[in-house]
């Protein structure tokens, strides 16, 4: 089973500036990866799928680069709705289909 | 507009049973595979498993193999997760999420939430 690790945990950002975070494969997983978005409440949200392609109505602000086991999504500019946590979510190759979600990482504010 | 419209929430005590779902509207229902995804309470994101509603074919998640079953009637575009004897352990929110191009998702329902007490 591949294992996704995203860091850092908790990124403490203030708004404006770039978020950077990270998610790491522990086999490659082509360009099978997805980013989403969760509030506090709230189902998830897609963000980047194909691991750089912006899902419908996504902001320019998010991009998603990244091929093989490391990828990184950044937020180039911080909104105040942006501070949420963040999952990575790979699929292995059909199929097995076996889908798995990285532990996420929290973007709060400083 | 596609939706993905779950049952509501259920209390439950350890050994019940149950039987929730997710009724998809606003899309060719058998075209896309249907998920479930875990979140224990302020955990993070878990896949379950997911089911063809054309011909109910499933694939599950090793940690999830034998403890639930994963099911669909495409008759009236609904997707089933049951529980056989729920355990205190299974209190979580549970979403059900359309799965785009085999590998993502990309609608999700709004979540159906199972504590389990006694």
């Known amino acids: 089973e591949i294992v996704l690790t995203q860091s850092p945990a908790t990124l403490s950002l203030s708004p404006g500036e770039r978020a950077t975070l990270s998610c790491r494969a522990s086999?490659?997983?082509?360009?099978?990866l997805a980013w989403y978005q969760q509030k506090p409440g709230q189902a998830p949200r897609l963000l980047i799928f194909?691991?750089?392609n912006r899902a419908t109505g996504i902001p320019a602000r998010f991009s998603g680069s990244g091929s093989g086991t490391d990828f990184t999504l950044t937020i180039s500019s911080l909104e105040a709705e942006d501070f949420a946590v963040y999952y990575c979510q790979q699929r292995s190759d059909w199929p097995r289909a076996l889908l798995t979600f990285g532990g996420g990482t929290k973007v709060q504010i400083k | 507009e596609v939706q993905l419209v779950q049952s509501g929430a259920e209390v439950k005590k350890p050994g019940e049973s149950l039987k929730i779902s997710c009724k998809g509207s606003g899309y060719s229902f058998t075209s896309y595979w249907i998920g479930w995804v875990r979140q224990m309470p302020g955990k993070g994101l878990e896949w379950m498993g997911i089911?063809?509603?054309?011909?109910?074919?499933?694939k599950y998640s090793p940690s999830f193999q034998g403890q639930v079953t994963i099911s669909a009637d495409k008759s009236i575009r609904t997707a089933y997760l049951q529980w056989s004897s729920l355990k205190a352990t299974d209190t979580a929110m549970f979403y059900c999420?359309?799965?785009?191009?085999?590998?993502?998702?990309?609608?999700w329902g709004q979540g159906t939430l199972v504590p389990v007490s006694s």
């Open positions: 999420a359309r799965l785009r191009g085999i590998s993502h998702f990309d609608y």
């Open positions: 086999q490659s997983v082509s360009t099978y």
């Open positions: 194909d691991a750089s």
């Open positions: 089911i063809n509603p054309g011909d109910s074919e499933t």
